[in-house]
């Protein structure tokens, strides 16, 4: 009985929650006592259920002749692989792009989701006047992007190293990218060093993708969360958060894709090359 009349009480103050509210919490709110199971996380999951149930839905059964869920999933990854494959490379594409696929529409839909009426705004407050929402966008929590940056840069360095192996990797970071034949001999040696010592300003670069993937995507998210509260959700801005959600999904997914392929797109052209001739 105690456990339903806590249920019954609780019940009320969902119900008369702050619909909307101009200030939005710059980190996600917990939802249990230890902390570890937080309102971006329960979105998360919730949107990642649906993303599953959609597919299992629109594609059902593959057929010959496809259902329309089918023909628009099957249209919607042709896309997205005639985006990605000449980023990435022939050789690599098989194994990043399931990753690149389900980062952009996870992404996606935690985007949007902050557009859902509820998402954000309705929750309760607490004793100390403290509004916690039920619901937030998963990509408006710091630790939920740092999270998909982890898992990309993750990835890449799997790919990298299975896909164009250390020494590759070596020689694309440190190497002379002059050509030989057309540099004074005197110069070569001296572009060397140059190389050599711009290749470790790279691999900084490399080690802070994982905070610039992360910030600008959380950046973007929750700063149209602010938009969006703090203009009384005024109906211009919803179309204007669906574009910048659908761009910032597209830009991170994009930007792990030139990672990959920055280091394992070499070749492909060449290779193809070679085949054509042999097949004459």
Not at 108 to 117: D, E, F, M
Not at 135 to 151: C, E, H, Q, S, Y
Not at 206 to 218: A, D
Not at 250 to 273: K, M, R
Request: one cysteine or more; hydrophobic letters at 50%; aromatic letters at 14%.
């Amino acid at each position: 009985m105690n456990r339903v009349t806590k249920l019954l009480n609780f019940l009320p103050l969902l119900a008369v929650a702050n619909i909307a509210t101009a200030e939005v919490s710059p980190r996600a709110e917990p939802l249990v006592e230890s902390g570890l199971f937080t309102n971006s996380i329960l979105t998360g999951w919730i949107y990642s259920g649906v993303i599953l149930a959609l597919l299992v839905w629109a594609v059902g059964k593959p057929s010959i002749r496809p259902t329309k869920g089918q023909a628009l999933m099957e249209s919607l990854l042709t896309a997205l692989r005639d985006l990605f494959e000449p980023i990435v490379g022939k050789k690599a594409f098989p194994a990043a792009f399931p990753l690149l696929a389900t980062l952009f529409l996870f992404i996606l839909v935690n985007n949007w989701s902050g557009l859902i009426p509820g998402v954000g705004t309705i929750g309760w407050h607490g004793a100390d006047g403290h509004f916690t929402p039920l619901v937030r966008p998963f990509t408006a929590d710091f630790n939920g992007t740092i999270a998909l940056a982890l898992l990309s840069f993750g990835a890449w360095l799997i790919i990298v190293f299975k896909f164009a192996g250390p020494k590759l990797l070596f020689i694309d970071l440190f190497g002379n990218k002059a050509d030989k034949a057309e540099t004074p001999g005197w110069l070569y040696p001296i572009l060397t060093l140059v190389f050599f010592v711009v290749g470790f300003i790279e691999v900084f670069s490399i080690i802070i993708r994982p905070f610039t993937l992360s910030v600008r995507l959380f950046g973007n998210v929750y700063g149209g969360e602010n938009l969006l509260h703090g203009t009384g959700f005024f109906f211009i801005f919803y179309f204007l958060e669906l574009f910048v959600g659908l761009i910032q999904a597209t830009v991170f997914t994009l930007l792990s894709a030139v990672y990959i392929g920055l280091i394992c797109n070499h070749g492909d052209d060449h290779d193809h090359e070679e085949g054509h001739a042999e097949a004459h």
